[in-house]
């Protein structure tokens, strides 16, 4: 979390207000909620405003207005996905399988935090992302732009520019894939203000994916790699989408952050 804040350091008095109104309104992590809005608001009034907002249920990060994504603070707005931090692994294993890309692809970008971290990571690097959704688009163009980046509206592979064709290196999708009948089973949060394009991944969560499983080869370089996250249960039919495209597939798994991602490389 960032260690400046916009305000006077709080009086414990009005911090433990804060902490009091968030733990009885659900927040298992009020106290760092508490910091974290103290640290964002600019006035005693807009702290309680944002404290008002968290209680009604509105995501933590679209209170304050930022998530913090592998160090990096990323701007969110209402009605955008919420960089999880679990994705953090989708960033690592990209890195860790491309580290002299010098193309980028952030499909599905929601807020672009996955293509501003690999960006970040990699230095000078051709970034392009794209995502359906208009509020995406319009709050992924501040974070993207800030690490020299594009992004782009549409349906998928139809948003990017036809000259990325085989030049991809990385090709990081965070596709949707919660099964449909599951979206109900999600915290609240996510439910009541996540767009279900972000979240709907049909029947079995995984109609999106196979989709970019079936363009993605079009569009890697030789060599280059599509990432995707996953449940464990839809690991074996994610691989099998991958294989059945050409790709060599893998999965990788982080028991930290209880995260799966299936790799697809292009012979």
Sequence with gaps: MPSVSAVPPSTPSSRDAVVAALRAAGCVFAEDEAEMILATARTPAEAAAMVERRVAGLPLEVVVGWAEFRGLRIAVAP?????????????EQALERAPGTAVVVDLCCGSG?????????LGRVELHAADIDPAAVR???GNVAAVGGQVHQGDLFEALPGALRGRVGILAANVPYVPS??????PQEARDHEPLVALD????????LRRVAAEAPRWLAPGGCVLV????????TA???????GLT???????EWSAHVVIGVRP
């Design 249 to 255: 597939a893998r999965s990788a798994v982080s028991r």
């Design 181 to 186: 009948d599951e979206i109900g089973l999600l």
């Design 113 to 121: 935090a996955v293509g501003a971290a690999l960006a970040v990571a």
């Design 139 to 141: 709050c992924a163009r």
């Design 229 to 236: 996250e996953t449940s464990r249960h839809q690991v074996p």
């Design 201 to 208: 991944g049909g029947a079995d969560g995984l109609d999106v």
């Design 239 to 245: 691989v099998a989408a991958f294989e059945r495209n």
């Design 79 to 91: 009605g955008v996905f919420v960089p999880r931090r679990r994705t953090e692994f989708l960033v």
